[in-house]
């Protein structure tokens, strides 16, 4: 769809002005096309143009949580699902310099994850456009498709990884529903403005427990991958939590993937991820985390259809 097929349309239905604003191509993803809206009289809007079953997954997700500030507010939705527009969140995406992992993973946790809502769709766990029948299917899928990526790779540079057991991982609690959560949370997908978390964006959805979006955005960065920085964003995490079993097991299975995307996009990154491989199974077979809290098997009452 061209862009300015996209403007017409927006202009057509008032969500734009007939005149004064300013259209700038930006930096995409690998099939997407993004623009920045920049209005004379307004707030900056962002114009996506997607796959249909990507936009519509990433409409879904924002209009659902129409109250989260660090989330862009919908502006506009193709009837089509071609294209997505939403107010722009000023800052960077560059977070290479690294910063305070603490303090932005406790950021992420109390203004994004804490606030995830249940929701009762009845479609399954794990991608929110191609579920599965549970929550350890999901994992194990997450575990295969890693395997798939790493053994060749391991093989090729004469290492050795034992992937992560995916025996005994919990199914799904009887009554328990997903919560509808970000699914790619990863520092490429946060904007800081000021050294300090402003915005999440991009999400790719996912029906699950919280804690998932966490872990994958604690293994983003090869910086900080201590026990020390995990614990401090558990410490402010409100809601359910797996026990300290399976909670190891979701630790591992995040950063095994993380050694995959690794080979895939950022090879750079691969030895000082090897090392925390190291070093975190060190951590789960000397001691546990300091979690108490398990996860509720009853279905909260404020859960939302979806």
Same mark, same amino acid.
Request: aromatic fraction near 12%; charge should be positive; include cysteine.
């Given at each position: 769809?061209?862009?300015?097929?996209?403007?017409?349309?927006?202009? /057509? /239905?008032?969500?734009?002005?007939?005149?004064?604003?300013?259209?700038?191509?930006?930096?995409?993803?690998?099939? @997407?096309?993004?623009?920045?809206?920049?209005?004379?009289?307004?707030?900056?809007?962002?114009?996506?143009?997607?796959?249909?079953? !990507?936009?519509?997954?990433?409409?879904?997700?924002? @209009?659902?949580?129409?109250?989260?500030?660090?989330?862009?507010?919908?502006?506009?939705?193709?009837?089509?699902?071609?294209?997505?527009?939403?107010?722009?969140?000023?800052? #960077?995406?560059?977070?290479?310099?690294?910063?305070? %992992?603490?303090? +932005?993973?406790?950021?992420?946790?109390?203004?994004?994850?804490?606030?995830?809502?249940?929701?009762?769709?009845?479609?399954?766990?794990?991608?929110?456009?191609?579920?599965?029948?549970?929550?350890?299917?999901? +994992?194990?899928?997450?575990?295969?498709?890693?395997?798939?990526?790493?053994?060749?790779?391991?093989?090729?540079?004469?290492? @050795?990884?034992?992937?992560?057991?995916? =025996?005994?991982?919990?199914?799904?609690?009887?009554? #328990?529903?997903?919560?509808?959560?970000?699914?790619?949370?990863?520092?490429?997908?946060?904007?800081?403005?000021? %050294?300090?978390?402003?915005?999440?964006?991009?999400?790719?959805?996912?029906?699950?427990?919280?804690?998932?979006?966490?872990?994958?955005?604690?293994?983003?960065?090869?910086?900080?991958?201590?026990? /020390?920085?995990?614990?401090?964003?558990? /410490?402010?995490?409100?809601?359910?939590?797996?026990? =300290?079993?399976?909670?190891?097991?979701?630790?591992?299975?995040?950063?095994?993937?993380?050694?995959?995307?690794?080979?895939?996009?950022?090879?750079?990154?691969?030895?000082?991820?090897?090392?925390?491989?190291?070093?975190?199974? $060190?951590?789960? $077979?000397?001691?546990?985390? #300091? !979690?108490?809290?398990?996860?509720?098997?009853?279905?909260?009452?404020? #859960?939302?259809?979806?």
């Amino acid at each position: 769809m061209e862009i300015s097929t996209v403007l017409a349309y927006l202009t /057509e /239905e008032k969500i734009l002005p007939s005149s004064d604003w300013k259209c700038t191509a930006m930096a995409g993803g690998t099939m @997407s096309e993004v623009y920045l809206l920049q209005l004379e009289i307004g707030m900056p809007v962002v114009v996506k143009i997607n796959e249909a079953k !990507v936009t519509k997954s990433e409409a879904d997700f924002l @209009s659902f949580y129409p109250f989260l500030s660090l989330l862009p507010r919908l502006v506009a939705v193709d009837p089509v699902y071609r294209f997505i527009a939403y107010t722009y969140i000023p800052g #960077s995406t560059d977070n290479s310099s690294g910063g305070n %992992k603490k303090d +932005l993973l406790q950021a992420l946790v109390t203004g994004l994850i804490n606030q995830y809502q249940p929701v009762y769709s009845g479609k399954g766990w794990g991608w929110q456009d191609a579920p599965v029948k549970s929550w350890q299917q999901f +994992l194990i899928e997450r575990v295969k498709a890693s395997e798939e990526v790493l053994n060749p790779y391991l093989k090729k540079k004469d290492l @050795s990884i034992v992937s992560p057991s995916t =025996r005994d991982l919990t199914q799904n609690p009887p009554k #328990s529903i997903p919560y509808l959560i970000h699914g790619d949370c990863g520092a490429h997908n946060f904007i800081l403005h000021k %050294k300090r978390l402003a915005g999440v964006i991009d999400p790719t959805p996912v029906l699950g427990w919280p804690h998932y979006d966490l872990i994958y955005a604690f293994f983003s960065t090869p910086h900080e991958l201590t026990k /020390e920085a995990l614990d401090a964003a558990l /410490e402010v995490f409100t809601l359910p939590l797996p026990g =300290r079993q399976q909670l190891y097991k979701e630790v591992q299975i995040g950063l095994y993937q993380r050694l995959a995307i690794c080979v895939k996009h950022h090879p750079e990154n691969f030895h000082a991820y090897f090392q925390a491989w190291k070093y975190w199974e $060190g951590v789960v $077979g000397r001691e546990p985390l #300091s !979690v108490n809290k398990s996860v509720k098997t009853s279905r909260p009452i404020s #859960s939302k259809k979806f």
